[in-house]
Antibody, heavy 120, light 110 residues
Framework: QVQLQESGAGLVKSLETLSLTCTVSGGSISSYHWSWIRQSAGKGLEWIGR???????NYSPSLKSRVSISVDTSKNHFSLRLNSVTAADTAVYYC??????????????WGQGTLVTVSS | QSVLTQPPSASGTPGQRVTMSCFGS????????VFWYQQLPGMAPKLLIYRNDQRPSGVPDRFSGSKSGTSASLAISGLRSEDEADYYCAAWDDSLSDGVFGGGTKLTVL
């Protein structure tokens, strides 16, 4: 049974960079695609982007200019970086195992989520 | 507002069958699979239905999904108190090149 655990700073200053890591246990990170999703009171659930088994990525157009997702297979974790954050980026951030890839929103396992608050 | 439209609330009594809808367009539901997620209070979302009508292992057959044209539905039969949760539909949108979610339906078991 795969388990995912998000970690990272819970408080980020405005215009700085949000950095989160998702540690995967119970399975090899190399065998699946992985996504980040966030949930805010104002915008509900929002897909951020994914990294494929190949290492390639695709991102939500609304965040593409500010986001990057990477994977470290040696540590069995993948990471999210979101630059130039504002209050609108305050949300609970989830990592998820992405079964589908391009053209699907098939998130079969989720982490518990981590709240990131952007302060001015 | 969300690309996919869901009624904000639904309710039913124990044992009843309830359905909730998700409305989209030709660029999302009309041309791609629909997925449903259940979010219990204070918890992360959980995959409930994938590819329109498929249940992951462990999801009771009381839950069923369907799709027709640019809309989709989730049905719950034999409603139980533990089904009280928020339910979200999701699909890929070809025009936006983006994964999109509905705003969620809050199910209350009376």
């Amino acid at each position: 049974q795969v388990q995912l655990q998000e970690s990272g700073a819970g408080l980020v200053k405005s215009l700085e960079t949000l950095s989160l890591t998702c540690t995967v246990s119970g399975g090899s990170i190399s065998s699946y695609h992985w996504s980040w999703i966030r949930q805010s009171a104002g915008k509900g659930l929002e897909w951020i982007g994914r990294i494929y088994t190949s290492g390639s990525t695709n991102y939500s157009p609304s965040l593409k200019s500010r986001v990057s997702i990477s994977v470290d297979t040696s540590k069995n974790h993948f990471s999210l970086r979101l630059n130039s954050v504002t209050a609108a980026d305050t949300a609970v951030y989830y990592c998820a195992r992405d079964r589908g890839g391009w053209g699907e929103v098939w998130f079969e396992s989720w982490g518990q989520g981590t709240l990131v608050t952007v302060s001015s | 507002q969300s690309v996919l439209t869901q009624p904000p609330s639904a309710s039913g009594t124990p044992g009843q069958r309830v359905t909730m809808s998700c409305f989209g367009s030709s660029s999302n539901i009309g041309s791609n699979y629909v997925f449903w997620y259940q979010q219990l209070p204070g918890m992360a979302p959980k995959l409930l239905i994938y590819r329109n009508d498929q249940r992951p292992s462990g999801v009771p057959d009381r839950f069923s999904g369907s799709k027709s044209g640019t809309s989709a539905s989730l049905a719950i039969s034999g409603l139980r108190s533990e089904d009280e949760a928020d339910y979200y539909c999701a699909a890929w949108d070809d025009s936006l090149s983006d994964g999109v979610f509905g705003g969620g339906t809050k199910l209350t078991v009376l």
